[in-house]
């Protein structure tokens, strides 16, 4: 059973445009959120999260958005640069209190900006 | 290069050989993490450790795979008597006790013939 989900195997976004990747989860326990990003060949890179207490957290063109009620967070690119062309992994994890136990992560989206 | 590193990058064995892993963590964290990831698919956590201490393994992590973190530093992955279905992505990631992100290595891709 897929506790994380990302519906969307692939986005198309023209370059300077908003970029708004999705993710749901089923587990009401996870507290605590993260997008990572990929590149071929390479390990996911951390990008940005957020905590179940929070709705909303921004670093820079990354905000990700935290909807607790409807189970459901969403990353925002804005505007999308052509480097932003990767898979973005949603991942969720319980809080322990004593630090990140394993993360679970949904299938990802292949995000491409288009020129 | 501070960050995760992995060792061997690539490898590729026939079925039912044995394989190992390295992976040396970020110096300052003390969290070290395996997991897996196949085609078309997020990874998946297999287990962690706490120092040396091994805290929490998931039920992929079958009989046939074994990980040590015998000085709290570095970290191994073996596996016995690999399978085809065992061809994948082998991800090693480190937090610090207190941090919450986990910040992973290039990853091993095992391909068994």
């Known amino acids: 059973d897929q506790q994380v989900k990302q519906n969307s195997p692939s986005l198309s976004v023209q370059e300077g445009r908003i970029s708004i990747l999705n993710c749901d989860y089923t587990n009401s326990m996870f507290d605590y959120f993260l997008w990572y990003k990929k590149y071929p060949a390479e390990g996911p890179t951390f990008l940005i999260s957020i905590s179940s207490i929070k709705d909303k957290n921004e670093d820079g063109r990354f905000t990700v958005f935290l909807n607790k009620s409807a189970k459901h967070l969403s990353l925002h690119i804005v505007p999308s640069q052509p480097g932003d062309s990767a898979v973005y992994f949603c991942?969720?994890?319980?809080?322990?209190?004593?630090?990140?136990?394993?993360?679970?992560f949904g299938k990802g989206t292949h995000l491409i900006i288009q020129p | 290069d501070t960050g995760v590193s992995q060792d061997p990058r690539h490898k590729i064995t026939k079925r039912g050989q044995n394989v190992t892993f390295r992976c040396d963590p970020i110096?300052?964290?003390?969290?070290l993490y395996w997991y897996r990831q196949t085609l078309g698919q997020g990874p998946e956590f297999l287990t962690y450790?706490?120092?040396?201490?091994?805290?929490?393994k998931s039920r992929l992590l079958s009989d046939r795979f074994s990980a040590e973190r015998p000085k709290g530093s570095f970290s191994t992955l073996e596996i016995q008597r690999t399978e085809q279905g065992d061809s994948a992505m082998y991800l090693c990631?480190?937090?610090?006790?207190?941090?919450?992100?986990?910040?992973f290595g290039p990853g091993t891709r095992l391909t068994v013939l």
């Open positions: 990631a480190s937090s610090t006790r207190r941090g919450n992100e986990q910040f």
């Open positions: 450790f706490q120092n040396e201490a091994q805290l929490e």
């Open positions: 991942a969720a994890m319980l809080y322990s209190g004593g630090g990140a136990d394993g993360l679970t």
């Open positions: 110096s300052e964290h003390n969290r």
